[in-house]
């Protein structure tokens, strides 16, 4: 026998080892919308984080775009099964944004222009897990992507990265939100296999 790795899967094998249980791969970009994608403009667009206590704070475009962003290349995988791995963006951690917010709270639900909500506990959107994103692919995000700006939250189901994203409450009891409320699981771990309700 030669050396051979224990994760390495031989020819044809390239990318799965980072294949969550049930996903495959896909080489386009998928659009999933619960509705309508609804028109934004970077003119009236704000974003606000609420505390639990109603303190808020609020960026206009010019304001969130002269924070300090970053270049992320992250792998996002859908509850319907599709993968896309190595996907490049440019966004602003969440660390940033929720640096000034004075919070004890340990849950958060993100708003998006057109009703979408999705909820998941703070600490998932804190030390380097998420950004609110506004480019893919070094052009800046199409609207049917989420633009002019999205959350993106790599290590859970994407359902859980808002697209059109406008607002995040923290909270200190956990609220479901749109998928969750309707059977999705409600943390949604890919690499546990957490679609469902129960999963
Ligand atoms: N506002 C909003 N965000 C959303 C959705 C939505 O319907 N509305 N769909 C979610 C789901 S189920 C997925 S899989 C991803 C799809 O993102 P994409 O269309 O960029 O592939 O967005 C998530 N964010
Ligand atoms: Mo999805």
Same mark, same amino acid.
């Given at each position: 026998?030669?050396?051979?790795?224990?994760?390495?899967?031989?020819?044809?094998?390239?990318?799965?080892?980072?294949?969550?249980?049930?996903?495959?791969?896909?080489?386009?970009?998928?659009?999933?919308?619960?509705?309508?994608?609804?028109r934004v403009d970077t003119g009236s667009?704000?974003?606000?984080?609420?505390?639990?206590?109603?303190?808020?704070?609020?960026?206009?475009?010019?304001?969130?775009?002269?924070?300090?962003?970053?270049?992320?290349?992250?792998?996002?995988?859908?509850?319907?099964?599709?993968?896309?791995?190595?996907?490049?963006?440019?966004?602003?951690?969440?660390?940033?944004?929720?640096a000034e917010a004075e919070t004890s709270?340990?849950?958060? @639900?993100?708003?998006?222009? &057109? !009703?979408?909500?999705?909820? =998941?506990?703070?600490?998932?959107? #804190?030390?380097?897990? %998420?950004?609110?994103?506004?480019?893919?692919?070094?052009?800046? @995000?199409?609207?049917?992507? &989420? !633009?002019?700006?999205?959350? =993106?939250?790599?290590?859970?189901? #994407?359902?859980?990265? %808002?697209?059109?994203?406008?607002?995040?409450?923290?909270?200190?009891?956990?609220?479901?939100?749109?998928?969750e409320s309707l059977g999705y699981h409600?943390?949604?771990?890919?690499?546990?296999?957490?679609?469902?309700?129960?999963?």
């Amino acid at each position: 026998m030669g050396i051979v790795s224990p994760g390495f899967k031989g020819r044809g094998g390239a990318g799965r080892e980072k294949l969550p249980p049930g996903q495959y791969l896909v080489t386009d970009f998928p659009v999933l919308s619960a509705g309508p994608t609804p028109r934004v403009d970077t003119g009236s667009w704000e974003l606000r984080i609420r505390t639990e206590t109603g303190e808020v704070h609020s960026w206009d475009w010019a304001a969130f775009r002269a924070l300090p962003s970053e270049e992320i290349t992250v792998d996002l995988h859908c509850v319907t099964k599709w993968s896309k791995l190595h996907t490049p963006w440019r966004g602003v951690s969440l660390d940033t944004l929720l640096a000034e917010a004075e919070t004890s709270a340990e849950y958060a @639900l993100a708003r998006s222009y &057109g !009703g979408y909500t999705t909820n =998941l506990p703070l600490q998932d959107l #804190l030390d380097g897990q %998420a950004w609110v994103a506004y480019e893919f692919d070094g052009e800046p @995000l199409e609207s049917e992507h &989420g !633009g002019p700006a999205r959350l =993106l939250v790599p290590h859970l189901y #994407l359902w859980k990265s %808002a697209k059109w994203v406008q607002g995040i409450d923290l909270l200190d009891n956990d609220e479901p939100g749109f998928w969750e409320s309707l059977g999705y699981h409600n943390y949604g771990d890919p690499w546990r296999e957490q679609r469902y309700w129960g999963d």
